[in-house]
């Protein structure tokens, strides 16, 4: 077996697990195949939060399976753990893995049967060609024995009896900003999310092995390093759900974040997605002084409705979401303030959504990521009525749109004529991300045509 390819949807979470793989797998001896070529071995890692991303994933499946018939055709990720019925037509075409801690081992048996049958070694196969030539042992005899040598559930997935980790990341090549995974798990059960029935165990990475991590990305040359996690304000707890958090551990994630931006080297520390709560006076106290995390946060309000929070489950009140953002602003200077907004919720009225809007235009917000309500199966509520009706819900996300640009351009007002620091994402054409997140147009400098890639630019921004 000699070459793979990889292909990830979904969160930051998955995409940083999906570089792990790959450098496992160069590590086994494999290359990595071009992005349009075809692959000995193609793992899908997917995602299912929305309707819209379990289709992506099977889309995806099935484009590999075209593309590649005989590879060996690797899918885990969220999608089967989640909404596993929605796979079970192709159970014999390939290897659909629960759980990800088990991969490595699946992985190692897998490359492990192909040198033994001989079927790829035995041939000077060029790197992008999808078929496997004499074969003694094909793809789908491979899948089957995989299965064979590992204990299975009923429905046939694959259950290895042990694990083994995956190794720390060395770099993350071709990219400007890294993904660093710090924390798993959320049992919030919040009562739209699919999440807490598919990463259950809730639990954080040490912190030397976070520091050795954010080094080696340093030393790999990344200029902005971006903690994340599934629930990252949960970083050192056993749960998601605060009123069992132990006090003692509630600064966990401050003290950690004060430590990785301490690293010499590093040019900027972001931190993903956290709730209204995480937001401590410690946590603003490191962020105040440590220059290099930027002044952003992401905070996910979903609804500015009461009675709308209530139903989702929420750990927050519109009055102590409110009151984050105050604090915030008062401990930073000119904070981004980013968040998501989940329209149409089961029992959203006109009145409920006017309320987002009031809400979102008293935070100011400087991003809103607007999401269409998807009902999950197996959430409840999937079965809250009642429904929005989808026209509505077009209309009402175009408003908020509408809403979103108007409140992007009046914070970026703010900068104009200001100087920003910003690392270079791409040089085709040139723009890169500031630190408090916005996209900055590059084009205009007099070194556009030999910025490079990763590369921090102090600027004047000027529109």
């Known amino acids: 077996m000699k070459t793979f390819s990889i292909h990830t949807l979904g969160c930051k979470v998955n995409q940083y697990e999906s570089r792990q793989l790959r450098q496992y797998l160069e590590q086994a001896g494999l290359v990595a195949s071009s992005p349009d070529g075809c692959a000995d071995m193609v793992v899908v890692n997917t995602c299912c939060v929305t309707h819209i991303a379990s289709a992506k994933s099977r889309q995806s499946i099935r484009r590999a399976l075209g593309k590649n018939p005989d590879a060996v055709l690797i899918v885990t990720g969220c999608l089967p753990i989640g909404q596993g019925q929605e796979l079970s037509d192709l159970d014999e ?47 789908r005899q491979i899948v089957a024995a995989s299965r064979q040598a590992v204990p299975l559930g009923n429905d046939k997935t694959a259950h290895p009896a042990q694990s083994e980790t995956l190794p720390l990341l060395n770099s993350y090549d071709g990219q400007s900003r890294a993904f660093l995974k710090v ?78 931006a301490e690293l010499p080297g590093l040019g900027r520390l972001r931190l993903s997605s956290l ?19 930027a002044p952003h946060l992401h905070l996910p309000l979903q609804s500015g409705s009461a009675k709308i929070l209530k139903k989702m489950a929420r750990q927050y009140t519109i009055d102590q979401f409110l009151d984050v953002i105050s604090r915030v602003r008062a401990a930073l200077d000119r904070p ?30 400087s991003k809103i990521h607007v999401f269409s309500f998807s009902p999950r199966k197996n959430t409840p509520a999937a079965e809250f009525e009642p429904k929005v009706p989808v026209l509505v819900i077009r209309q009402r996300s175009s408003r908020l749109h509408a809403l979103d640009q108007t409140l992007q351009d009046e914070f970026r007002r703010k900068f104009i004529g200001q100087p920003v620091e910003v690392i270079v994402e791409s040089t085709r054409p040139p723009k890169g991300r500031c630190e408090r997140y916005f996209m900055v147009d590059l084009s205009g400098l007099p070194n556009a045509g030999t910025l490079q890639k990763g590369q921090r630019v102090r600027m004047i921004l000027n529109k």
């Open 336 to 365: 981004a303030i980013t968040t998501d907004i989940i329209v149409g919720f089961p029992g959203e009225t006109e009145d409920d959504f006017q309320q987002t809007l009031d809400v979102c235009r008293q935070a100011e917000f």
């Open 93 to 139: 075409k390939c290897l659909i893995v629960k759980d990800k801690d088990h991969l490595p081992v699946l992985l190692k048996r897998i490359l492990a049967r192909h040198n033994q049958s001989g079927s790829l070694n035995a041939t000077n196969k060029p790197p992008n060609c999808c078929k496997i030539k004499d074969k003694t042992e094909n793809s």
């Open 183 to 260: 924390q798993d798990g959320c049992d919030a059960y919040c009562t739209y999310c699919i999440i807490p029935k598919i990463r259950t165990k809730v639990c954080s990475k040490d912190v030397k092995n976070i520091l050795l991590e954010a080094q080696n990305l340093i030393e790999a040359g990344h200029q902005e390093i971006v903690l994340t996690g599934i629930f990252l304000g949960a970083y050192g707890q056993s749960t998601s759900r605060r009123k069992h958090w132990d006090p003692a551990l509630r600064d966990s994630l401050a003290e950690m974040a004060a430590h990785v």
């Open 275 to 293: 709730e209204p709560a995480d937001v401590t006076d410690r946590l603003l106290e490191v962020f105040q002084t440590h220059s290099n995390i």
